[in-house]
């Protein structure tokens, strides 16, 4: 007879496990149901609490937030859209359950204790408690808290999160819903692009096809590179600078520094340069009166003259080594 206490000890042991086991499967039940209607499901101390509580062969995530005016959550209200979408993918991707996991939200006017309880000082937390029991058991019943130091969180970055810590389980995807008007938007904007272009295709294209206007552009480009627009972006370098005597310093020293003027005397100077060469190429040969076009010349070479000389100066002001120089910038 005294296999009785023993066999009796077995039939508690065994009665509590299937007891406990129901009570999971009757919670993970109640609450899947509630979240094919409405889903994340609304929360609040007490339902929070019985949700969450061990054992449970389900996994739950848990938002905590503070969505009310007066509490000036911005983050809360920036990421519940994308919350509330994650779990409609989610819920309407798994309605058999498969996946064994259930959304909930508990706002901070609905679950004050258990925000105190958690010693809460900021929101939103995401929280995943994951199961405590079954086959996916977890060893530790405390649970995983998803980070938001980066700021809002869009429904794929957490539905990744959670994918990676539900393994061997069902993720339905997120199915973000149609946006009609931005297409609407596209649409007709499109449309209006597409009749504007055909309306003034007539009128555009000689411009497209001018040799002068790409010629400008082309030298416009070749000027303000080769002066040194880049670098003035790159290395952040002063407009302009004090000499040292009250003065203002145009030209850096060296070829290593520039300043922001200099940049532009230096464009200036070499779009004098080019627009005297290109007179003297094309538009002084063209002049039929003789004297026009010996005087056209003379102009141009002395143009051409003067502003190469400041050329030079310019170099011998950023290296005084340049051994070259031109009258009258000597």
Same mark, same amino acid.
């Given at each position: 007879?005294?296999?009785l206490?023993?066999l009796f000890?077995?039939? *508690?042991?065994?009665?509590g496990?299937?007891?406990a086991? @129901?009570?999971?499967? =009757?919670?993970?039940?109640? /609450?899947?149901?509630?979240s094919?209607s409405?889903?994340?499901?609304?929360?609040g101390?007490?339902s929070?609490?019985?949700?969450?509580?061990?054992?449970?062969?389900?996994?739950?995530?848990?938002? *905590?937030?503070?969505?009310?005016?007066?509490?000036?959550?911005?983050?809360?209200?920036?990421?519940?859209?994308?919350?509330e979408?994650?779990?409609?993918?989610?819920?309407?991707?798994? @309605? !058999?359950?498969?996946?064994?996991?259930?959304?909930?939200?508990l706002?901070?006017?609905?679950?004050? =204790? &258990?925000?105190l309880?958690?010693?809460?000082?900021?929101?939103p937390?995401?929280l *995943?408690?994951?199961?405590t029991?079954?086959p996916?058991?977890?060893?530790?019943?405390?649970?995983?808290?998803?980070?938001?130091?980066?700021?809002?969180?869009?429904?794929?970055?957490v539905?990744?999160?959670?994918a990676?810590?539900t393994?061997?389980?069902?993720?339905?995807?997120? @199915?973000?819903?149609?946006?009609?008007? @931005?297409?609407?938007?596209?649409?007709?904007?499109?449309?209006?692009?597409m009749?504007?272009?055909?309306l003034?295709?007539? /009128?555009?294209?000689p411009?497209i096809?001018?040799?002068?206007?790409?010629?400008?552009?082309?030298?416009?480009? &070749?000027?303000?590179?080769?002066?040194g627009?880049?670098?003035?972006h790159?290395?952040?370098?002063?407009?302009?600078?004090? =000499?040292?005597?009250?003065? &203002?310093?145009?030209?850096?020293g060296?070829f290593?520094?520039q300043?922001?003027?200099?940049?532009?005397?230096?464009a !200036?100077?070499?779009?004098?340069?080019?627009?005297?060469?290109?007179?003297l190429t094309?538009?002084?040969?063209?002049?039929?009166?003789?004297?026009?076009?010996?005087?056209?010349?003379?102009?141009?070479?002395?143009? *051409?003259?003067?502003? /190469?000389?400041?050329?030079?100066s310019?170099?011998? &002001?950023?290296?005084?080594?340049?051994p070259?120089?031109?009258p009258?910038?000597?």
């Amino acid at each position: 007879m005294r296999w009785l206490p023993a066999l009796f000890s077995l039939s *508690l042991l065994a009665g509590g496990s299937l007891a406990a086991r @129901k009570s999971t499967e =009757d919670r993970f039940n109640e /609450y899947h149901a509630k979240s094919l209607s409405s889903t994340p499901v609304k929360l609040g101390d007490a339902s929070y609490k019985k949700l969450t509580s061990a054992p449970r062969d389900y996994s739950v995530a848990v938002l *905590l937030t503070a969505l009310e005016a007066r509490f000036a959550c911005h983050l809360c209200t920036e990421f519940q859209p994308e919350w509330e979408l994650l779990s409609n993918s989610w819920t309407k991707g798994d @309605k !058999a359950g498969d996946s064994r996991l259930l959304f909930g939200t508990l706002d901070f006017s609905d679950g004050r =204790d &258990i925000f105190l309880g958690l010693g809460l000082q900021t929101a939103p937390v995401l929280l *995943l408690f994951k199961p405590t029991a079954g086959p996916h058991a977890w060893p530790s019943a405390e649970p995983i808290r998803y980070d938001f130091t980066n700021g809002p969180q869009t429904a794929e970055q957490v539905h990744q999160w959670l994918a990676r810590h539900t393994p061997d389980r069902p993720h339905p995807p997120v @199915k973000r819903p149609i946006n009609l008007f @931005k297409w609407i938007v596209t649409l007709v904007a499109g449309s209006g692009i597409m009749t504007a272009a055909y309306l003034v295709w007539p /009128y555009l294209l000689p411009i497209i096809q001018s040799r002068n206007i790409w010629a400008a552009s082309s030298l416009i480009m &070749i000027l303000l590179f080769t002066s040194g627009h880049m670098f003035n972006h790159i290395r952040k370098v002063p407009y302009v600078a004090a =000499d040292g005597r009250g003065g &203002i310093s145009y030209f850096a020293g060296g070829f290593q520094n520039q300043f922001g003027l200099e940049t532009q005397i230096i464009a !200036a100077i070499y779009g004098i340069l080019s627009f005297a060469a290109i007179s003297l190429t094309l538009r002084a040969p063209r002049i039929v009166d003789a004297k026009a076009q010996q005087v056209a010349v003379l102009a141009w070479v002395g143009i *051409l003259f003067v502003v /190469y000389s400041f050329l030079l100066s310019v170099f011998r &002001i950023k290296n005084g080594g340049y051994p070259f120089s031109l009258p009258p910038f000597m």
